[in-house]
């Protein structure tokens, strides 16, 4: 779905992978954000594809730090000397 560019539906589906046994149990699909504003509050954003695509959506944390929150992220272990100097994670 996503491939053929029907992204709602491809993205509802996308969830399921949620439910499999083998997800990393910090995902909690229900305190998802929403885009509402953080101000006061913690993000914890969690790379759960490949170093690639880490590394490539690095580049939205300034519109999350935008939002006022505090951000913390959980990346691959190869990752964390590239990534730590990042100054808009906590």
């Not at 491809?10 to 083998?22: K, P, S, V």
């Not at 914890?44 to 006022?68: C, M, N, S």
Request: contains cysteine.
């Amino acid at each position: 779905m996503l491939l053929i560019g029907d992204f709602k539906s491809g993205f509802q589906e996308y969830n399921w992978r949620w439910q499999a046994e083998e997800y990393p149990s910090l995902i909690q699909p229900e305190k998802l954000w929403d885009g509402s504003n953080l101000k006061d509050k913690i993000i914890l954003l969690h790379a759960e594809q490949g170093y690639g695509d880490t590394i490539q959506f690095i580049r939205y944390l300034p519109l999350v730090k935008k939002q006022g929150g505090q951000i913390i992220l959980a990346c691959q272990k190869p990752l964390i000397r590239l990534l730590e100097k990042n100054p808009e994670i906590e």
